[in-house]
């Protein structure tokens, strides 16, 4: 809705880059949140613990119902924002940092007009699972080496479908 956001993101990643602060880079806009940060780690062949609190709130919560309401009812609205966060394909970028650079790294992106839109949501874990946390419990766990297995099976099996499959196989 605001394309002078796009070219203030270009140039905070251009400025980030220049002062060595991005560890990686990766748009988020083809498969969303989850596809990005599975791409991230199947790179960097780590696990990474991702909270999406900051992406998930609403700011008409208020209008989810009357006094009636039932904690199940809340529990189904929080997690179609949970699903909206993870796989809405608009456009935006994750940018890595060290955990040293994380300060600099928001300062930089405030001072381009992009802190509305700046969230950390998540780092590298030791325990190479790809795990995905909201309101305090994980709704998502699976090993980063079984993930990308099933991961590779289905972009194959997709491929197979759009391409020449001979080609693909081989």
Not at 20 to 31: C, F, W
Not at 46 to 71: E, H, Q
Not at 137 to 157: D, G, I, K, P, Y
């Amino acid at each position: 809705e605001t394309p002078e956001l796009l070219v203030n993101l270009y140039a905070a990643v251009r400025e980030a880059s220049d002062r060595n602060l991005l560890l990686a880079y990766h748009d988020r806009s083809d498969g969303g949140l989850f596809t990005t940060l599975c791409e991230m780690a199947f790179a960097g062949h780590c696990g990474l613990s991702a909270n999406v609190d900051m992406l998930t709130i609403d700011p008409y919560v208020s209008d989810w119902g009357d006094f009636k309401i039932r904690p199940e009812q809340v529990a189904v609205q929080r997690a179609e924002l949970v699903l909206r966060a993870l796989f809405n394909e608009e456009i935006g970028a994750v940018l890595q940092v060290t955990r040293a650079d994380r300060d600099e790294m928001l300062s930089l992106l405030r001072r381009h007009g992009l802190s509305a839109h700046s969230h950390v949501v998540g780092s590298p874990n030791g325990r190479d699972v790809v795990e995905i946390y909201s309101d305090a419990r994980c709704v998502f766990s699976m090993e980063r080496a079984q993930l990308h297995r099933v991961w590779s099976e289905t972009s194959q099996r997709i491929a197979r479908l759009r391409d020449d499959p001979e080609c693909v196989d081989e």
